[in-house]
């Protein structure tokens, strides 16, 4: 007879990666602790197993499948509206607070050099759409051409 026990997986994240949560989940029979590499940086994950493994002994499993080009921060108030330019500059890049409207921080480094003129790109979840006008050693200037 086939054993259909229910396994149980918990994602560890910022708010949850600490030593009292990782005993007590693992007291209650949590199977799976879960690390979603979409919120985690690579050079991050070695300290995170590390950490479960010094209280636990429950078996990792590392998402990798939404490892992808996401923002990082957007200074910008508001919808961005059609035709509006913005600029998409690299993780790593100081942009401050003020005086940045328009600024969209992408991440992983390396991903807005990819880049080149007629770039369409999704931003975010909210259905803005840019296309890249100009690349440069300052970043990426581009135009929106779906509002969100």
């Known amino acids: 007879m086939q054993d259909h026990r229910i396994h149980t997986l918990c994602t560890l994240g910022p708010s949850s990666l600490d030593p009292r949560t990782i005993e007590r989940?693992?007291?209650?029979?949590?199977?799976?602790?879960r690390i979603?590499?979409?919120?985690?940086?690579?050079?991050?994950?070695?300290?995170?197993?590390?950490?479960?493994?010094?209280?636990?002994?429950?078996?990792?499993?590392?998402?990798?499948?939404?490892?992808?080009?996401r923002t990082h921060e957007i200074n910008h108030d508001g919808d961005f509206q059609i035709g509006t330019r913005i600029q998409l500059v690299s993780s790593?890049?100081?942009?401050?607070?003020?005086?940045?409207?328009?600024v969209v921080v992408i991440r992983p480094p390396g991903s807005v050099e990819q880049l080149v003129p007629g770039s369409i790109v999704a931003v975010d979840f909210n259905s803005?759409?840019?296309?890249?006008?100009?690349?440069?050693e300052q970043g990426v200037t581009a135009r929106v051409i779906n509002h969100g």
């Not at 989940?25 to 602790?33: A, E, I, K, P, W």
């Not at 790593?92 to 003020?98: A, F, S």
């Open 25 to 33: 989940l693992s007291s209650r029979g949590v199977d799976y602790f």
């Open 36 to 69: 979603n590499m979409s919120h985690t940086p690579v050079e991050e994950l070695r300290g995170y197993v590390d950490l479960i493994r010094r209280y636990s002994s429950t078996e990792i499993c590392i998402d990798t499948e939404g490892s992808q080009v």
């Open 128 to 136: 803005l759409l840019v296309v890249v006008t100009d690349v440069s």
């Open 92 to 102: 790593g890049v100081e942009v401050g607070t003020e005086g940045n409207q328009g």
